[in-house]
């Protein structure tokens, strides 16, 4: 599991880099948006690396590449994954609308590229865009910080 854990460690702070980095970027929105899509991308790997943790606790020890992987291969279902769960299913939570963020991200078009979108949408991402990458990746490390600690104390 060490081998996770710093793993996933790792890839939380590159995407804080790249989120910090890209709000600071102002004169190239293209060299912003490149920036905050590869933060986006280390989060999902963050994520993908904690499912791995969670995997290893419940005595699964291949890799898994998604969610629905780690719950289909592992033996136990622990109140972690129950708590991902709840929060991956809710189409309204932080998590889902992440993790559909950064899945749409790679794709042409309307669905992978904010600005080209309508006028009413680029004032709503505009508006929004900002904050969201930073917020998710604060919600994703306080979850998986609290997720380990509760661990640390059973």
Known sequence: MSQWLSFTNQKLYQARLLLEQSRRETGNPALAEG???SGLYLMQDAFISYLNELATLATYRGEVSSFSDLLNKT???TGEMTEIRILAEDPYSW???FLLEAETRWRP???GNPQASSAVNVIAVAQSDDIQPQSWWQ???DLIDSQ???RQES
């Open 35 to 37: 920036l905050e899509t």
């Open 75 to 77: 033996p136990l279902v």
């Open 95 to 97: 998590l889902s609308a």
């Open 109 to 111: 078009g309307p669905s």
């Open 139 to 141: 919600q994703l490390s």
């Open 148 to 150: 380990r600690e509760n």
